[in-house]
């Protein structure tokens, strides 16, 4: 098993691919609610949720971690996972996107913010299908911008 430090890898790719992916993923959350058996999820709503407040700044901070924990979550995979999979790297975030959908949003953020495990707590399996296709676009847009030194 290899672990790579962040000098040997593509640190600038890896910021790119965090901010982009991170972007794109909000963006997403934002419009799933115009597909029938999605619904809208405001990303950046649940740093201010945690942060226990009204004020537009908090709705800026909450997309800032958004990002902040999307370029650390993208330098993590690019550590550890990316060089000991030879798949291609689409699918190597792909189901990186969904491993996170079940482990820190569905298992840690979503109760975090009372929505239960996957959103149980909301009624309704769209939350639950909603995350995993936003986490999903996610890993999948990073597998498709980063790519690792040669």
């Known amino acids: 098993m290899v672990f790579l430090t962040w000098r040997e890898i593509d640190f600038p790719g890896v910021v790119l691919a965090g901010l982009v992916a991170g972007y794109v993923m909000a963006i997403a959350g934002l419009w799933a609610g115009q597909v029938p058996g999605l619904v809208s999820v405001d990303i950046s709503d649940y740093g201010r949720r945690y942060m226990v407040s009204d004020r537009t700044s908090a709705w800026l901070l909450g997309f800032a971690s958004h990002l902040a924990n999307s370029v650390a979550l993208v330098l993590l995979w690019a550590c550890v996972i990316e060089p000991n999979l030879s798949w291609p790297r689409p699918l190597e975030g792909l189901l990186w996107g969904e491993f996170l959908a079940l482990t820190l949003a569905g298992s840690l953020v979503a109760p975090l913010s009372g929505l239960g495990f996957m959103?149980?707590?909301?009624?309704?399996?769209?939350?639950?299908?909603?995350?995993?296709?936003?986490?999903?676009?996610w890993g999948l847009t990073l597998g498709l911008i980063y790519v690792p030194p040669q």
């Open 119 to 137: 959103g149980r707590k909301t009624g309704s399996w769209r939350f639950a299908l909603t995350t995993v296709i936003l986490h999903a676009l």
